[in-house]
């Protein structure tokens, strides 16, 4: 395991029992078995390791969503309910969503990752997406891609951010906000 992942996965395992103020870098240098200098030299400042804490973890999570659409590669209404599904799930049970959605103290400072300095991480994220709707069905044009993904991506954030929100949106309910924009677009453009 490289030292930056060692560095990360005591970031999450700190952020999981005490929340996101309590994460101190020499919290996570401890945790982690390194010299703060080594933790410095890694990511040179809390904020960084935070932005890269997110970033890796937003990838797991559309690591998960990649995996749902693979498996359902011929129905795309299954493919986008199950992308969903999987991430809504994972998200509820994933210690970064909710140190962001608790009211715990730091949690405006995660928050402000994903909405005003939060490019980086909605970018990695819709850019991945995008390219896992072009590998699963090649009749979608780049750009149908890219805005599916962006739409998707914003909305899985929206919704997950806000869990006790309206109950009946699900997985499929977000999927038939989705599927009518994709099949239109694999429609115009069949194989």
């Known amino acids: 395991m ?4 060692r ?13 996101w103020a309590q994460v101190t870098m020499a919290a996570v240098a401890s945790a982690a078995d390194v010299s703060r200098q080594t933790l410095y030299k890694r990511f040179g ?6 932005e890269a804490y997110v970033l890796r973890e937003s990838g797991r999570l559309v690591a998960v969503v990649d995996g749902a659409i693979a498996a359902r590669a011929d129905d795309p209404r299954a493919a986008i309910t199950a992308a969903f599904d999987v991430f809504l799930a994972a998200a509820a049970e994933h210690p970064l969503v909710r140190a962001i959605v608790g009211e715990g103290e730091g949690a405006d400072e995660l928050l402000e990752l994903f909405t005003i300095r939060g490019r980086s991480v909605l970018d990695a994220a819709a850019d991945h997406l995008a390219t896992r709707l ?3 069905w090649p009749a979608l044009s780049r750009d149908a891609a890219d805005i599916a993904a962006e739409i998707a991506v914003r909305l899985a954030i929206s919704v997950a951010a806000l869990p006790d929100g309206p109950a009946h949106l699900n997985g499929a309910r977000l999927a038939d906000a989705m599927v009518p924009f994709l099949e239109r677009e694999l429609a115009a453009n069949p194989q």
Do not use: Y
């Open 7 to 19: 560095l990360l996965n005591a970031t999450g395992r700190i952020l999981a029992e005490v929340g």
């Open 134 to 136: 072009r590998t699963t």
């Open 45 to 50: 400042s809390r904020g960084e390791l935070a």
């Open 2 to 5: 490289s030292t930056d992942d």
